[in-house]
């Protein structure tokens, strides 16, 4: 089975800080990891993914993640937050060794508040 | 995404009612996804399909059903709805990449 926990329901940052969005992971073998974003009544946009290779994966609107093997972790980062990126976050996993086309497993989401 | 569409986007409709969700799609895609949000649960995989002869059940299949009627074409029906199945639902595509593109959602909303 997987699973996927975002520990904290709301970040708060102010505009021009580091952001961090954190979610941890649980598969049984390795896992395929995504973030996605979504804003007030809209569908599920995607930000970035690891599937293999380098640990810190780089997406769209400046963000970026860092996969952690030995903390089953893929935090979500930016240097600098922006009020433009206030909405809210989803961590996903997929276990790679599940084979065919199941659907991710999503955490219940972190609201991303941006404070000008 | 403009290259997944749902209809309708908003329903209102009374327990006990047949209820369908239509999903289009424009990106080629084999793999088809529908999830349903609800308020802090995340989203919940209802059902997939691999291809139009593939049909799988998600986590919460149950009060659903589906009908893959094209590569592009993927229905979702709620036979008899219930209150309990207000939800936004969101219809998904994928290619081999697992790269998942969703669509604008439908608010459903069973008095």
């Known amino acids: 089975a997987q699973s996927v926990a975002q520990p904290e329901d709301q970040v708060n940052v102010a505009e021009g800080n580091p952001l961090t969005v954190k979610c941890t992971y649980s598969?049984?073998?390795?896992?395929?990891l995504f973030w996605y974003v979504q804003y007030p009544n809209r569908g599920l946009q995607f930000l970035l993914k690891y599937i293999t290779g380098d640990n810190l994966v780089k997406g769209s609107y400046g963000f970026e993640a860092e996969f952690n093997k030995s903390q089953t972790s893929f935090h979500l980062k930016k240097p600098s937050a922006l009020v433009s990126d206030s909405a809210l976050y989803f961590c996903a996993v997929r276990d790679r060794g599940g084979g065919g086309a199941d659907g991710l497993t999503f955490g219940k989401g972190t609201h991303l508040i941006i404070q000008p | 995404d403009a290259d997944v569409t749902q209809t309708p986007r908003n329903r209102i409709t009374k327990t006990g009612k047949r209820i369908m969700l239509e999903c289009s799609q424009t990106k080629g895609h084999d793999r088809m996804y529908w999830y349903r949000q609800d308020p802090g649960l995340g989203l919940q995989l209802i059902y997939y399909?691999?291809?139009?002869?593939?049909?799988n059940k998600g986590e919460i299949s149950d009060g659903y059903s589906v009908s893959r009627q094209a590569q592009a074409k993927f229905s979702l029906s709620l036979e008899s709805a219930i209150p309990n199945q207000t939800a936004l639902y969101f219809c998904?595509?994928?290619?081999?990449?697992?790269?998942?593109?969703f669509g604008p959602g439908t608010r459903l909303t069973v008095l």
């Open positions: 399909s691999f291809d139009v002869k593939d049909i």
């Open positions: 998904a595509t994928s290619d081999y990449s697992d790269t998942q593109y």
């Open positions: 598969v049984s073998g390795n896992p395929y």
